[in-house]
């Protein structure tokens, strides 16, 4: 698979983070003086948001907090599609297949049937929802696109991720895992182009990594209220005892080594992670600038955020690259491009 068009927009609501912590301190009954020091390590210094300020006083369900989702998610997840086919000079009506990734919201009919129809896309392109990957959807949306492409060569295939985690929020949610949270992600969707046979950075081979009884270190919790988040604090010391030893093996397999390796497109899950990647596989501090900026100016935004990387990265032409997302399950998705 050629990845031969990349697009992320963002909703048109830009704030600094310190305004952002000002909000969500009125809503809740968090101390603000405590909620701006979990929001400072965050390392996130603003992020667009699906709604202004003063509009998520007025989420008072799940219900009605799902109903902005699907207006929203349809708006910015066709932006973003139409930008990728036209980066990658595919019209609608060549689309064959379309994979739709989301964690932030529900609905039925699924919304990549009511974007075919925005779009223009032909009435038998293959639809797949994917909801539940989290921050990995990204990368195992990109592998799943690669998997179709290889029997389908002569086809294009879009991959759209939409998530409006600030939707989510939880305003009776004291616990530090929402604390952090609520200062960490951000809202946005991005669309990839995969080709057979067209121009781009090509996808050579991609692994995935399910690690058993890890349930508990992310996820949501589904109460009244929605989705409540699930953040352990063991996360961290989990990923550095295992994703360097399955990256090297990963690598290993085609005869590389990440010394081998100038490029890394990892998804920025926090200021933790992204250090424990960097230390743990002895990379060079500025391998992963691209992530930590796009984590600073906008926030984690799961499933969108590795793809937002890729857009932002500029390879070297010739040379393998190494893209890398984590999400619950506890999962790892690791790819290996060549640019």
């Known amino acids: 698979m050629h990845i031969s068009g990349v697009e992320t927009v963002f909703p048109g609501h830009r704030y600094e983070q ?14 603000e003086e405590l909620l701006r020091h979990f ?7 603003g992020r667009n948001l699906a709604l202004p300020l ?13 109903a902005m989702f699907i207006e929203i998610a349809l708006d910015l997840g066709e ?4 930008g990728a086919l036209e980066k990658a000079d595919v019209p609608p009506e ?4 379309l994979l739709f990734c989301s964690t932030t919201g529900l609905a039925t009919p699924s919304l990549d049937a009511r974007l075919a129809q925005r779009l223009g896309l032909r009435g038998d392109v293959k639809r797949l929802p994917v909801f ?4 990995a959807a990204g990368a195992s949306g990109l592998a799943r696109l690669h998997d179709y492409l290889r029997g389908w060569p002569d086809h294009a295939a879009v991959l759209v991720c939409v998530e409006l985690c600030s939707l989510t929020i939880q305003r009776d949610d004291t616990s530090i895992a929402n604390l952090v949270a609520s200062g960490l992600f951000g809202d946005g969707a991005a669309a990839v182009v995969g080709t057979g046979r ?7 081979a991609t692994r995935s990594r399910l690690y058993p009884d890890t349930e508990h270190l992310m996820g949501w919790e589904v109460s009244d209220h929605g989705f409540r988040i699930v953040l352990d604090a063991d996360l961290t010391d989990f990923v550095n005892q295992v994703l360097a030893d399955d990256i090297r093996t990963f690598l290993a397999d085609y005869g590389l080594t990440p010394e081998e390796v100038p490029t890394w497109v990892c998804h920025p899950g926090g200021p933790k992670v992204i250090d424990t990647i960097t230390q743990s596989l002895d990379l060079d501090p500025k391998a992963l600038e691209v992530t930590w900026r796009s984590l600073r100016t906008y926030g984690n935004l799961s499933s969108v955020s590795v793809l937002h990387v ?6 070297h032409p010739g040379m393998p690259a190494v893209l890398i997302a984590l999400g619950p399950g506890f999962s790892a998705e690791l790819l290996l491009l060549h640019w």
């Open 310 to 315: 890729l857009q932002e990265t500029r390879g």
């Open 54 to 66: 003063d509009g998520y006083s007025k989420l008072d369900s799940f219900g009605r907090a799902n």
């Open 79 to 82: 932006q973003a599609v139409r």
């Open 132 to 135: 539940g990957l989290g921050c």
């Open 94 to 97: 060549k689309v064959d297949h």
């Open 18 to 31: 310190a305004e952002i912590t000002e909000a969500f301190s009125r809503l809740t009954d968090c101390d």
């Open 39 to 45: 929001h400072a390590a965050t390392g996130v210094v």
């Open 198 to 204: 067209g121009r781009g950075p090509e996808v050579v």
